[in-house]
């Protein structure tokens, strides 16, 4: 190899860097869009609860615990999807899950938990209002919420098995330190 | 049954594949007959039993086998038998498989026509090839398997997505990859090159042809995917710096600079490792584009079903690929002798500077498109590059290229003289400065930009018809000689006068587009008229038709002009119920100069639709250009110098001596 033989090295050493930028962002899911939200104070809200339930769900039992917050409704398949997931959660008692029913028909709210089981610690009937203020465009999300009343995670679409392993509950066990 | 005999064909090409990619190696490194004679009959039975894996997919498609998982997940019983077969590759594991399939072809299509190839090198291409094949046929069956079954079957498939429907469509993806896979074949050369340590004229002749026939099939491609793109979407766009559209784009800049490259190898045995280099980079953007494309890295109109298992195995494959090239290139390229001197201005000069400012555009895109991502990696931000940032970058990188396109081909070998060949250009500055004035004179001051779009496209083609008309001393002489002369010239000749020629004619067409399209969105009744361009567009009536698989509100449109009617337009706006997706089909008229669009929306609950107009002026020229390009490509394909017996490598033993000297 003559002097100028470290130029020959330079497209191997530009590809390494790049395969490893490309290594790293195979863990990236691209479709995830921050929310505004994080780190910020959860907003203050009061949501009736659904018939049958002695008490609502608001602000005021976000604080003082890391809570999950999840909007659901009986209209929404992957809801259904969801489900068990949270079921299992909910059976670890790990953590407890606050319901947000959204946009949703009382009597099919219902009949949905009767049917699917309850996971949540409250549920509280949202008409829409109290979802604008979380920032929710469709359903289901789910938040983690720490001790302080401030959101640190957001989660778009179905909780998977998978979700809940590798990311909510090591998340929760770091806000719970 | 017939599935297995595909799943259990594959396997037996994986094992093939594995034997070929290591007897032919070994034999041409220990000059041994029999080793090397293992590659010409492995390439063929490779092909032959991946043929079967892939028409044993396509029957399983024909005659709707819902009990593999794939078929069910991705065809129906309700839909046309065309898109039944088309369904084959519409998919994540189907489009592998059409991968692989073309990569044994071109595998099998060198062992057949290299008779005139040296066996050794042939052994190590053949080999290099295998290797390749190796690691999609393991990719297939480890991660991408189309041969799972789904017990129990289900009564009827989910389905494809609608707007995958179409016959552009149908064959876009098969032209693509015959351009990413075909540019494989000259990554084997270079690769057969770096460890033979040796690149000479006859190494490029013989590269040539199937870099242009993969180079044709990707223009095709990459053309037939933005006419898709133009005529099904309804947005009367076509271009959308899409990641994986620029997937396509970098591997035909990076692909359009090599072809260059390799002409000043074989006439001048120069830039002998740059050209090896591009030949690297050409299809490692190719396998870019498959895991781009594949692994879900980056969010896309194009992603399929992304699985992180197959993201880091295709990045595997990648590194092994494109890192084991860069490092023997680090390792060998250093020994390939220099060759010819030339002059800064001159043919191989002009061509340097072509390279540059590809390359220099290609990596702009790369930027483009991966910014985002390694963004994302490294200071977890989101953000998303669109066009202003390829208009801002790209469209100057372009503005050189072309001037200086219209000037090299001017220009002799080793020296040229600048003011010289400009002086033959007298027409095209004539040419230029009137393009530019007819443009403001009747279209105004504002369009400035587009003025100097359209006086681009004139120069570079008046350039390109001057230069032919030279070489046919046009204007010099009766015309039997000229038509002899005619017939005489090189087709490579014909084809870079098609191809620069074409380039002059997209260039206009993406000038026209871009400036002058206008646009219209109206709520519109059965028997109002709407005025766009001066054309009126009389919707007289919208009624509810049936296709095959799909229910339509189908609208009559009569499209006039000074009140003359000129055509009947009928877009639909088509509801699919198997897949519950919905799909528009758009109207054009065209003239070949411009395209009058028309798409129909969703009712706007008044009893009136949402319609919307436009009128594409150039539009059609992007893609007779880029026909142009692609014939240009197919015409110095056929040049006889690619057909008759190459000079069987005359220059090899000076070329060895320098070689060692130079050591």
Redesign the interface.
Known sequence: ??K??WI??I??AV??L??V???????????V??SPLIDQPAPRFALPPLQGDAQGFSSADLTGHVSLVNTFASWCAPCRAEHPVLNALAQTKRVPIYGIDYKDKEDLALAWIAELGNPYTRIGADDGRVGIDWGVYGVPETFIVDRDGRIRYKHVGPLTQADIERTILPLVARLER | MVNEIGHFALVLALCIAALQAVLPLVGAARNDAALMGWARPAALAQFLFVAIAFFALMHAYAVSDFSLANVAANSNSMKPLLYKLTGVWSNHEGSMLLWVFILALFGAAVALFSHNLPPQLRARVLAVQAMIGVGFLLFILLTSNPFLRLVPAPADGAGLNPILQDRGLAFHPPCLYLGYVGFSISFCFAIAALIEGRVDPAWARWVRPWTLAAWCALTTGIAMGSWWAYYTLGWGGWWFWDPVENASFMPWLVGTALLHSAVVVEKREARK?WTI?LA??TF?LSLLGT?LVR?????SVHAFASD?LR??FI?LL??CY??GA??L???R???LAGGGLFAPISREGALVLNNLLLATAAATVLLGT?Y???L??VAHQ?VSVGPPFYSMTFVPIMIPLLVAMAVGPMLPWKRGDLPAALGRLKFAFLATAAAALVTLAATGARSLGAACGLALAAWLLAATLTELAERLRLFAGPLPAVWRRALNLPRASWGMFFAHAGMAVVIAGITGSTAWTEEKIVSGRPGQAFEIAGYTIALDRVSEVAGPDYTASRADMRLLRDGRGIAEMHPEKRFYPVENGAATGVAIHTNLLSDVYAVIGDPDGTGGYVLRLYYNPLVPWIWLGAAAMALGGLISLTDRRHRIGAPARRARASATARVQAAE
Do not use: E, H
């Open positions: 190899m003559n100028r033989g020959f090295l497209p191997a590809f390494a790049l395969a930028g490309f290594y790293a962002g195979l863990g990236i899911d691209p479709n869009l921050p | 490792t280099l690297i980079i490692s895991f692994s879900g890295v980056l969010t992180p993201g880091v990045l990648l590194s494109t890192g860069l490092i290139f680090a390792w390229a250093p020994q991966l985002p991502l390694l994302d990696v989101k």
